[in-house]
């Protein structure tokens, strides 16, 4: 309990500094948002494995640490930087150091007319219409400890907009790093994507840690997919094997739009995300894809929701996981389909591949159907390699750790295999074909 | 003596289903191995593939002068011995191209021969794929993932002809084809084969035996040999069925 409250009255005075360092921006109408939101943070309860949503996660290990808020600025040089961009991959790369924008090192030059990419903090500046009607409107805070502290410490992250009509062929790396070198830092990064009417474009949020250190990540991203917009998202977790990642998306479909996300997540002790989207209008698109590979000690729980709450949507979901060692792996696909939402389409996959007798787990799917004229289906697997498969390899000739690559190999491109991102996508490649010595 | 089979017993979960089994098989020869449904010549193939399973229980087997029993199944298939699957397995996201580059290479590997460069290997597929006139497509997809019936066997036949082995066993590989699949099955089979190599079909049908000429027919019936005999016995089956033969075991 002490330490509860330990990690809340680290953050509440820390927010009393942050809000010293806000200067003019604490006089926006936004600031009223942060301190409301500091005020749920505050009463919100901490999550525990009594808390079903939270029941085979168990979180506590964040507070054994006491996590600076407020990080001096780390200095880094365009050399650190470049090796976790894509060489010249992306036309445009917004570089984040311990949650804070960095133009220096970011590539935004030529911006094509009709895609914004800036800070949420400079958007707050220029009174960014977008911005206000937008922020922290579907990521609400009340009862969620982790989305009010971000809301109530939100000033940089990456905002994009795409105006309406505009087709961005080219896409936007979006580079979180952290720096924890010194000190155990808490990184709040805030995200907001606006795609409005008939656009399109992609993004890949990244990220990743200067060194192998403890530290938190705390982020929140809310997207918008407007009518017969296209939006296709990344996100590659690469955080230290020692760091906490929570985060949480929210993504908002309008009429025909269509929205795509692969979440690959390797890094961090303790990682959870939560993926919600809802079908505001007929006719959306959703796809959600995931891979996650964990190994030793660490664990990974992704929860996904999604919301037909319209009729004429479709959507896809795939998550595979593949453990080793004694990690534990969480899969909770919700899908509601209300009432209203006839004629839906909700396909979920989960695939599981143990690689040890001690790894773990815990996959559910949750169906709530509420309307009669629809198709769902659901399954889940959790298994070894299989077999017959071995067996045939090696009346080819290959032997058992090669023949388990190749599997391994196959069984995680399958999700990889649809991302759009080519860099990313032959990125992750390489890490698998690495990782399973091919 | 390439294949010597002695006195083979196996069990399959506690069950005895080969009882006895003995069979010799010399460099450039065909034997056929037929007989009913539930005989034991899948659990025959996989047997000598080394499934684990199978257990062998009895007996011993030399492939080349080597306890064959011994051997891991993939060093059985370095040293020359291939099973065409009665059911393949389909390999979701193993592509064809990297299955048989893999294998290639594994097997150079064993036998302390340099591995294939992409332009050689390439090449090569490429003339084997002529002589089971497979479709160049085939190459990228996943092993066998929907692949049709008669895709699945021409492309275990396919895998034959670039692994070239000493010891192909082809376990119904002509089941399920149209005529001109089967052709084509047969033809591959007929085209590799050499002084040098020896094949094992076993099949239902005397219409393959057309194409692929045996030296040997054989009769398993409940895990034993029970008649052998030159390729005209195929054609006595064919007409007679099993029946005859059993009752002549029974007498
Ligand atoms: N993995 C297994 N587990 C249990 N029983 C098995 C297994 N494989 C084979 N059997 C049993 O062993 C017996 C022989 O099977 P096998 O597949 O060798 O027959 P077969 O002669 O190839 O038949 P078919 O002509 O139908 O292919 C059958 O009774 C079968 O049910
Ligand atoms: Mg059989």
Redesign the interface.
Known sequence: MSDILEFKNTLISGFAALEKSLNGQSKKAFHSVRKEALTKFEHADFPNIKNEEWRHTNISPILKHTFNPLSDASLLSSADVQKFVFGDAFKYVMVFINGKFHPELSTLDNLPEGLIVKSIAAANEENNTVVEKHLGKYALSDGQIFTALSTAYTFDGAFINVKAGKVIEDSVHILFITDSRNEKLITQPRNLFVAEKNSHASVLEHYVSLQDDVYFTNAVTEVVVEENAFFDHVKLQEESKKAFHISRMEINQKRSSNFTSHAVSLGGIISRNDVNSKFNEDGGECTLNGLFMIEGSQLSDTHTLIDHAKPHCNSHEHYKGILDDSSRGVFNGKVIVRQDAQKTNAFQQNNNILLSTDAVINTKPQLEIFADDVKCSHGATIGQL????M??????????D?GRG??L???A??VVKSIKLQPVRDYIETILSRKFN? | MLLEIKNLYANVEGKEILRGINLTVNKGEIHAIMGPNGSGKSTLANVL????SFEVTKGEVFYNGKNLLEL???D???EG???A?QY??E????SNT???K??VN??RK?RGEEQMDAVDFLQMIKQKMKLVELDDSLLRR?VNEGFSGGEKKRNEIF?MAV?EPTLAILDETDSGLDIDALRVVANGVTKLKSAENATIVVTHYQRLLNYIVPDFVHVLSKGRIVKSGGKELAVELEEKGYDWIKEKVVA
């Open positions: 299989d077999e017959e498969a067996f045939y390899l090696k009346t080819r000739g290959i032997g058992d090669i190749m599997l190999h196959a069984f491109s399958d091919q | 593939a080394g499934h684990s891991s199944p993939e059985r298939a370095r011995i291939f099973l699957f393949p397995v390999l979701p996201g193993v990297n299955l048989l893999t294998a594994e097997i064993y996943s895998q692994l």
